[in-house]
């Protein structure tokens, strides 16, 4: 729990406290914003239009079960079920063919038309899906990150808090889905926030019930939380090919436990 101050401190030591707290908060928001500013000028083929904000929930936390440490797969062709998560970084040496999508998107080639494919599909069905989020360099994670923490910060919570919690809503620059190029944002136009109602959208329905069909899973279910160390996210799906969609959407299962990355001690 975040407490803002505690009671055994003078009035003049909070006083003192809380400015320098909100010049902190005043600095880093003004900071934020100019690397975003700078980031659209220097990535505005890759950035959305548009960063709906998760709504931060300062109570919420998650707690994660540390996992046995699970090995990339070779080049095998088994590059759909790359495990990216806080306990497995993206190797730093790993490359990306990128293509831009019609909504100003950038995702790896390899999935892009199966995306494109179910994205057109969502519409004839009479829906309007938006991608708001695709494809993330190092440094825009890196700033979603440092934004979510400083907000956490300015709702009362300490920096090790905020940081700890920031990790679990928008993933620890080198451990975000995003910059593998095979995750994407998806939200119904008509109701563009992050938050878990976003579950209730006639667009999030549909995707929920037909992705698989098209090789893309939800990543982060609302049980998974543990196991995938960040928070339900109705929101973003994952290609991993069609078989493993299927085998994972059908199970109810996450990534983790579809390759076995998890330990037998975890809570499921
Ligand atoms: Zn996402």
Redesign the pocket.
Known sequence: MCNKCDSSETERSHRSRSWLLRSLVLLAAFGGTAVLLLGSHFHSSVLPRSIPQVKPTVNFSVSRVAPPSWQPPEETGTWNLMLVNPWNPLPEDYSIDLVSLNSNQSVDQRCAAALEEMLSDCRTAGLSPLIC?SYRTQATQQSLYNAQVYELIAQGCSREEAEEQAATMVALPGTSE?QLGL?V?IVDSEYQILESSQENTPVQRWLMEHCWEYGFILRYPKEKTQLTGIIY?PW?YRYVGKEAAKEIMNAGICLEEYLGAVSSQSPT
């Open positions: 989020s995003h995750a944002d996210e973003h």
